[in-house]
């Protein structure tokens, strides 16, 4: 997500979604990804599924709270016009910072939740028939009373990366953390809670 001008001009004052495409060992140039995903709104932090399938977070004007996850599909090479992933993975305060897994089979994402461990906590649900599940809450082995954000896991699965943010000594610091974690355990929990 970048707040760069989209052609000559100055700088926009929301974030926009933007790729690049790699080329051997090189980068190429940014480029927008147009009207279809961006609006006049911030829209940001953008994860892709095998299927090019790309989910988000925006302020848009349709959303149910102050953040929202949104997914667009890619259909025929072009992007549709994005879809909120609705009530049960959004709320009425902020929901963002998406990860889907490559077969979008769960996403992890952050909530700020005022019953949570902290100022944002990291969630899990789970794609179930075509539906998402109610989001877990990680728990205190992830979760802080500090705003924990930015999930990310590794691509064989094993490990969730993640961002800290506080405050020390009056300065806001952004730590990165990773822990071991299995989706599967959590799909069981989920199973559990179900019975």
Not at 16 to 23: L, N, S, T
Not at 115 to 128: M, P, V, W
Request: positive net charge; aromatic residues 12%.
């Amino acid at each position: 997500n970048s707040t760069r001008p989209i052609s000559a001009g100055p700088a926009k004052e929301d974030f926009d979604i933007w790729g690049v495409k790699r080329d051997g060992n090189n980068w190429g140039e940014p480029f927008h990804l147009g009207a279809a995903i961006n609006t006049d709104s911030s829209d940001i932090y953008a994860t892709i599924a095998n299927s090019r399938n790309i989910y988000f977070s925006s302020n848009r004007a349709d959303g149910q709270g102050k953040l929202d996850l949104y997914m667009s599909e890619y259909q025929k090479g072009v992007y549709q016009s994005p879809k909120n992933l609705g009530p049960l993975l959004n709320t009425e305060n902020h929901d963002s910072n998406p990860f889907i897994s490559p077969k979008e089979d769960y996403i992890i994402f952050w909530r700020q939740e005022p019953s949570g461990y902290g100022a944002s906590d990291l969630y899990i649900s789970f794609k179930q028939q075509g539906n998402w599940s109610k989001p877990l809450n990680l728990g205190p082995n992830i979760n802080t009373k500090q705003g924990d954000f930015c999930p990310f896991m590794q691509p064989k699965g094993k490990k969730l990366y993640f961002s800290r943010t506080e405050v020390r000594d009056g300065k806001r610091i952004e730590d990165l953390y990773s822990i071991d974690f299995s989706p599967k355990e959590w799909k069981n929990k989920l199973a559990k809670n179900s019975n």
